[in-house]
């Protein structure tokens, strides 16, 4: 089977992409990352159904903003092609929708332009997302965005990926500053409130020699949107209730909160939100 994928891919170490599709159903992953999940489950019973909830927060958020008139979307992290990937979505509301998509992991390139293509309405580009100048200056970038209009920047489920002494959430601040006024972030982050949780998951995650930065908690993640316009979305147009929530309960104009299980014990570890910038 080796073979079949390019060199460069390192198949017994796991890698977060690759864990993922796992979580998500999906079949582009190897036994160490299958493994590795097993090994998460064990301590985190709901692995599966918070990777499922955050892929589901997506597609609301991008049909979201696409609704909100934006036509053109920077997903970084985007993650090895499923089903309902952020073009198919943002698509369905306006056809002429463009996506670049940006991942560092070499599978997730391999695939998404084996199995999607790059178009003239998506591209895929290999980096690592600390290299915004090299991302926002790349053919690809020059082909599909247009900084001077407002663009929406994906991070779902990529700013825990990252470790502090990399500054992630600098990096994002000086991303989203060089954006339109009325630029959208799309956000959500491994958090939790338990510190021995939090320590658990980061130190398994290390110990399988897997790229990761850290669960950080709500309040650390929550940075991301200082300075941003927060929105709560609803039908008819009243903003309340919490902003930055977890990430089964982002709310859509048409579409009411998944309601939340009462038991206790059953965290909650995807914070998600979007806004704007001003
Ligand atoms: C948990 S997956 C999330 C995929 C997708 N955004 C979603 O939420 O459905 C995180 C993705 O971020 C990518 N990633 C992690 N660190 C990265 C970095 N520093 N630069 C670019 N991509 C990164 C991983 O390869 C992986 O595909």
Same mark, same amino acid.
């Given at each position: 089977?080796?073979?079949?994928?390019?060199?460069?891919?390192?198949?017994?170490?796991?890698?977060?992409? /690759?864990?993922?599709?796992?979580? *998500?159903?999906?079949?582009?992953?190897?036994?160490?990352?299958?493994?590795?999940?097993?090994?998460?489950?064990?301590?985190?019973?709901?692995?599966?159904?918070?990777?499922?909830?955050? /892929?589901?927060?997506?597609?609301?958020?991008?049909?979201?903003?696409?609704? /909100?008139?934006? $036509?053109?979307?920077?997903?970084?992290?985007?993650?090895?092609?499923?089903?309902?990937?952020?073009?198919?979505?943002?698509? /369905?509301?306006?056809?002429?929708?463009?996506?670049?998509?940006?991942?560092?992991?070499?599978?997730?390139?391999?695939?998404?332009?084996?199995?999607?293509?790059?178009? #003239?309405?998506?591209?895929?580009?290999?980096?690592?997302?600390?290299?915004?100048?090299?991302?926002?200056? #790349?053919?690809?970038?020059?082909?599909?965005?247009?900084?001077?209009?407002?663009?929406?920047?994906?991070?779902?489920? *990529?700013?825990?990926?990252?470790?502090?002494?990399?500054?992630?959430?600098?990096?994002?601040?000086?991303?989203?500053?060089?954006?339109?006024?009325?630029?959208?972030?799309?956000?959500?982050?491994?958090?939790?409130?338990?510190?021995?949780?939090?320590?658990?998951?980061? $130190?398994?995650?290390?110990?399988?020699?897997?790229?990761?930065?850290?669960?950080?908690?709500?309040?650390?993640? #929550?940075?991301?949107?200082?300075?941003?316009? *927060?929105?709560?979305?609803?039908?008819?147009?009243?903003?309340?209730?919490?902003?930055?929530?977890?990430?089964?309960?982002?709310?859509?104009?048409?579409?009411?909160?998944?309601?939340?299980?009462?038991?206790?014990?059953?965290?909650?570890?995807?914070?998600?939100?979007?806004?704007?910038?001003?």
């Amino acid at each position: 089977m080796a073979d079949r994928f390019p060199p460069h891919i390192d198949m017994d170490t796991p890698s977060i992409a /690759r864990m993922y599709d796992y979580l *998500l159903g999906g079949k582009d992953n190897f036994a160490s990352d299958r493994k590795a999940c097993e090994e998460l489950a064990a301590g985190v019973p709901e692995l599966v159904s918070f990777a499922n909830d955050n /892929r589901a927060f997506l597609r609301r958020a991008v049909e979201y903003v696409g609704a /909100r008139g934006i $036509d053109q979307f920077l997903d970084l992290g985007a993650g090895l092609p499923t089903t309902d990937n952020t073009h198919q979505v943002a698509q /369905r509301t306006n056809p002429r929708a463009r996506v670049l998509y940006v991942d560092n992991d070499p599978m997730v390139m391999a695939h998404g332009r084996a199995l999607l293509g790059d178009t #003239s309405t998506t591209a895929f580009l290999l980096s690592d997302i600390r290299e915004t100048d090299r991302i926002l200056h #790349s053919p690809e970038a020059a082909e599909l965005i247009d900084t001077e209009r407002p663009v929406c920047v994906m991070l779902v489920s *990529l700013l825990h990926c990252v470790p502090d002494d990399s500054d992630p959430f600098g990096v994002v601040r000086d991303l989203v500053d060089r954006l339109a006024p009325g630029s959208a972030v799309i956000f959500s982050h491994v958090v939790s409130d338990d510190p021995e949780a939090a320590a658990w998951l980061t $130190d398994k995650i290390l110990s399988f020699g897997t790229s990761w930065g850290r669960v950080r908690s709500p309040e650390e993640a #929550s940075v991301v949107f200082e300075g941003l316009d *927060l929105v709560g979305a609803w039908a008819d147009g009243r903003d309340e209730g919490p902003h930055v929530v977890d990430c089964a309960t982002w709310r859509h104009p048409e579409r009411t909160p998944v309601a939340r299980p009462d038991d206790p014990a059953v965290k909650r570890w995807e914070l998600a939100g979007v806004a704007f910038t001003r």
